[in-house]
């Protein structure tokens, strides 16, 4: 098919790849300033314990040691907030949050003192002369444990801190008339987000009194954080976010930047705070895990008739997100599929594990693991291929969903689940002791954050003298290829080359806010932006040419740095010319646009009633795996994946999601696992958390469908969180095809399988 | 190697990018952290224990982790870094082809990917895709599944660079 546009929907090869070949790119740890000292965090070594004694006095007599930092120094060190989209049932978030804990520790690596000095190496002698003693308290690390009423407090009086609740038809009814029922409870695991560059920036006090810190953000809005910390004005706290070397929501919450600016605040010097690797994965949120107990029925035609699920999640000894990742799991708990009578009953639960918050997904992607292998599961029990059985219960354009939405897009997914078990090809042969299996997992996943949040996002585009243009935006690059997106958009719709545009981003004070990189929201809202203010700049241009070549201005187009008329290319004029006419009757070719999400009211019910997102991308995933049935181990053969992302801007950036997704989500399936024992972490590392490596993915089909019905520009879906979700199930129920056996707990060691294959629990 | 001085230093001399690069030591100092001290930040840590591959420069022709390498290892001997393929305006045909194939997204491994592919196509110029996997096997890159760093160094053993 033609590509009806020039540069969206191409490969494009972007400028900001180019200077990361060459090792030019000053990532977050790479900057200096004359004068810089080094910050180290000081932290907890128990889960649940009482600061009986903190003495730093030693640590600040060390030479070379510029200041010790402890709760008693932060201006504004707790804070009890309300989240919007708390549920109403639980109330006020009850929970403190401290920047230095004061009096309490709740888990193992929580931050108790900052460090700052001269060199790093002196910082670190620093941190050994901190003494404190503890005084241990009771402790819960399993959150079905910590539901029950007797259960140690971590917070205030109750440790559930959302519960959110699907209500549609009467399941009683609904599991009456099904004619096979399957029930199962599954886990997944505390996954470590693991980009490869440590959260890091630098921090200092301009000669405007003004706190700057640079570092890798996912949300550089946090300068009001920083602000809120130190009790200065929000004006006087400024953000430069840098490139950053991947986040997947690692770098979505509070990461160094509090501590940083405390550190420049305190000591008029410039600082620098680098987490060690050991640091992300003892101290850092994970992804939530979750025990999620699903019971679906179906008629012996395959037609879903009820699901009733329980699902809880270990939200960890603080809050951050869990009640906003709770509602996604409640909202995509039913899969992309029509049933007529739901209950669902969610749970965020606080224990004295490590804290859990965002992480690509989101929520959307543990009930996966649980709606995919029960399709599976019932295709099984009722003699019916996978791909027939889900096909008769997919969610089609203008159906409702159990949380009350209608879907207002395209529902590609018979499509895209044809077009992955096709990709597979021929079916491989095991061999002696080796059985081979495939599998299939559907998915959905919003795009766009919550529309009770109100979102927007800002852009301001100017057309130069020479008719090259600058292209504003907050919006972080999180390696997705961010600001290559915006670029692309403002030079299709300018029709300039991509060359001739010059991206300036991610500054609070610099460049209009445009939101987070997070909830695969960037395309979608800053992406409208771009475009709302690149058309803008358009029409303040083909006014004024339509004026000088006496045509309508609709009738005008920009292309190839001219003002051409549609139907008449031979009549135009150069852009320069129109831009100059413009600047000489002080019509300067620029505009500052907003885009805004659909806003809805917030939830005033813990069920469900309302559209909570603005839409959702919908795709597949099928494996191929080889399984050892004497070892247990798992060779990944094959893999394709499909998803229709409505229209890609570029091309090459589409499938990097999607093959990320793969092997990230791959990992989550098989592999990945944070371990904790009684809140002590244990995988500390890359030798012993260990993530996919070029080894351990296969080949990857990705197959990019277009419907054109996004609500992003030019008719866009995100991709971004969408990608990931479907791989660990597609995996899952290929190794239950090889060996016959389900294993409900994942990842899916070869430990688990050796044992499920002996009827014993790994 | 040098005396080590009163201060418990050593001087050392490497040669980065055929330039000679001097300094003083402690004995446990490691060549990444030689390295990026030195304004060569292009390499990167990601865990400092050798477990990442971020860090991987090439040394007397072979791909190392610079991160477990000491300092005074590397007294005396040719050190690469990605700064050391191309420019703006020539660019390495490894670096032609990550940026072509989009063999990477937030850039964070990627010259530790590229010293690893140079190795081996120095050593191996016409690998097999397995041995291409084999060869970035220590290279962890979270953002892109692999499937197009995979695509690029193929490329460029093909012999579409040339």
Redesign the interface.
């Known amino acids: 098919m033609k590509n009806k546009y020039s540069v969206v929907g191409t490969?494009i090869?972007?400028l900001?790849?180019?200077?990361?070949?060459?090792?030019?790119?000053?990532?977050a740890?790479?900057f200096t300033l004359p004068g810089l000292i080094y910050g180290k965090v000081f932290r907890s070594t128990r889960a649940s314990a009482r600061i009986k004694a903190l003495d730093v006095s030693k640590a600040r007599s060390l030479p070379g040691v510029v200041c010790v930092l402890t709760a008693e120094d932060v201006p504004n060190n707790e804070s009890v907030k309300n989240v919007v989209g708390q549920t109403t049932e639980v109330g006020l978030l009850e929970a403190e949050h401290q920047v230095l804990a004061r009096e309490r520790v709740r888990y193992w690596g929580e931050a108790i003192a900052l460090v700052a000095a001269e060199s790093l190496d002196v910082a670190r002698d620093a941190l050994k002369l901190i003494e404190v003693e503890y005084e241990e308290l009771p402790a819960v690390f399993d959150p079905l444990e910590a539901m029950k009423p007797d259960a140690p407090k971590i917070h205030g009086n109750n440790n559930v801190i959302a519960s959110w609740k699907l209500r549609k038809g009467d399941v009683e009814q609904g599991f009456a008339q099904a004619d096979v029922i399957v029930e199962n409870t599954y886990r997944t695991p505390r996954q470590e987000?693991?980009?490869?560059?440590?959260e890091s920036g630098v921090a200092w006090v301009d000669d405007m009194g003004v706190i700057n810190v640079r570092y890798a953000a996912q949300v550089i809005e946090h300068y009001r954080d920083i602000a809120t910390v130190l009790g200065v004005p929000e004006s006087l706290v400024r953000v430069i976010g840098t490139?950053?070397?991947?986040g997947?929501g690692g770098k979505e919450d509070v990461t160094v930047e509090v501590f940083l600016a405390l550190m420049a605040w305190k000591t008029g010097r410039p600082v620098k705070l680098?987490f060690?690797?050991e640091e992300m994965g003892y101290a850092r949120h994970k992804r939530h895990p979750y025990v999620l107990k699903y019971k679906t029925g179906a008629t012996k035609e395959g037609k879903l008739v009820a699901l009733e699920a329980q699902i809880v999640s270990d939200a960890g000894a603080y809050v951050y997100l869990s009640p906003w990742v709770l509602i996604y799991s409640t909202v995509h708990s039913t899969g992309p599929y029509l049933i007529p009578n739901v209950k669902v009953d969610a749970n965020s639960v606080l224990t004295n594990n490590i804290m859990t918050s965002a992480f690509r997904g989101f929520g959307g992607m543990q009930v996966v693991a649980a709606y995919e292998a029960q399709m599976d599961e019932l295709a099984e029990k009722l003699r019916l291929d996978p791909v027939a059985l889900r096909a008769r219960n997919f969610l089609k354009k203008g159906d409702v969903t159990a949380s009350y939405q209608e879907i207002t897009s395209e529902v590609w997914l018979e499509k895209c689940a044809r077009a992955v078990l096709d990709a597979l090809g021929p079916k491989s042969k095991g061999g002696k002791t080796t059985k081979v299996g495939r599998g299939l997992a559907c998915a959905w996943q919003s795009y766009g954050r919550m529309t009770y949040l109100h979102d927007t996002s800002n852009c301001w585009v100017n057309l130069e003298m020479d008719g090259s243009a600058v292209l504003r935006t907050g919006i972080p690059d999180?390696?997705?290829?961010q600001r290559e997106s915006v670029r692309a958009i403002a030079a299709e719709v300018l029709g300039l080359n991509v060359e001739e545009i010059h991206v300036i981003s991610t500054d609070s004070q610099v460049t209009p806010l445009s939101g987070t990189v997070t909830a695969t929201r960037a395309l979608y809202m800053s992406g409208n932006a771009a475009k709302l203010a690149s058309e803008n700049v358009k029409k303040i241009i083909t006014d004024k040419a339509a004026e000088v070549l006496g045509v309508a201005a609709d009738s005008l187009d920009l292309k190839d740095h001219r003002v051409v008329v549609i139907d008449d290319p031979r009549k135009n004029i150069p852009l320069v010319e129109a831009i100059k006419q413009c600047h000489f009757e002080g019509k300067i070719p620029q505009s500052l646009a907003t885009f805004r999400a659909p806003f809805t009211e917030p939830i005033h019910s813990d069920v469900i009633k309302d559209p909570v997102f603005p839409d959702f991308t919908f795709g597949a995933q099928a494996a191929e795996v080889e399984v050892d049935v004497e070892t247990g181990e798992v060779k990944v053969l094959k893999w394709a994946t499909a998803y229709d992302i409505g229209q890609a801007i570029n091309v090459?950036?589409v499938?990097?999601q999607m093959?990320?997704?793969?092997?990230?989500g791959l990992g989550f399936g098989l592999m990945e696992d944070y371990l904790e024992v009684e809140g002590v972490p244990w995988t500390w590392?890359?030798?012993d958390y260990i993530?996919p490596?070029?080894?351990d993915?296969p080949?990857?089909k990705?197959i990019v469908l277009e419907s054109g019905s996004g609500k992003g520009p030019f008719g866009a879906k995100g991709i971004g969180e969408p990608a990931i979700s479907a791989a660990g199930p597609a995996a899952a129920n290929a190794i239950k095809d090889a060996i016959g056996v389900r294993i409900t707990h994942l990842p899916i060691t070869a430990e688990r399988i050796f044992f499920a294959l002996r009827g014993e629990k790994g | 190697m040098s005396e080590r001085d009163d201060n418990g230093l050593y001087d050392i001399c490497i040669k980065v990018n055929d330039r000679e690069l001097r300094g003083k030591v402690k004995a446990e100092t490691s060549l990444l952290d030689f390295l990026r001290a030195n304004n060569h930040?292009?390499v990167?840590?990601?865990?400092?224990?050798g477990?990442?591959g971020?860090c991987t420069v090439i040394k007397d022709g072979r791909a190392i982790l610079s991160c477990i390498t000491l300092a005074l290892q590397a007294d005396g001997s040719k050190v690469y870094?990605?700064?050391s393929?191309?420019?703006?305006e020539k660019?390495h045909p490894l670096?032609q082809a990550?940026?072509?194939?989009?063999a990477?997204?937030?850039?964070?491994?990627?010259?530790g990917m590229?010293m690893s592919a140079k190795a081996l196509l120095d050593a191996n110029p016409k690998p097999t895709?397995a041995e291409?996997?084999?060869a970035?096997?220590?290279?962890?890159?979270?953002?892109?599944?692999?499937?197009?760093?995979?695509d690029a160094v193929e490329a460029v053993a093909r012999g579409e660079y040339r």
């Open positions: 490969r090869a972007g900001d790849e180019k200077d990361k070949v060459l090792g030019n790119v000053v990532f740890e790479d987000h693991a980009h490869i560059e440590p490139l950053i070397g991947g997947f680098t060690t690797r999180l390696g997705g290829g090459n950036r499938e990097g093959e990320g997704g793969v092997a990230q590392n890359f030798h993530i490596t070029s080894k993915v080949d990857i990705s | 930040t292009e990167k840590r990601g865990c400092d224990k477990d990442c971020a870094t990605v700064k393929l191309g420019s703006w660019m670096q990550f940026v072509d194939y989009e990477l997204q937030c850039g964070f491994c990627t010259p590229l895709r291409i996997r084999e970035i096997s220590g290279n962890l890159c979270r953002c892109t599944g692999y499937q197009k760093i995979v």
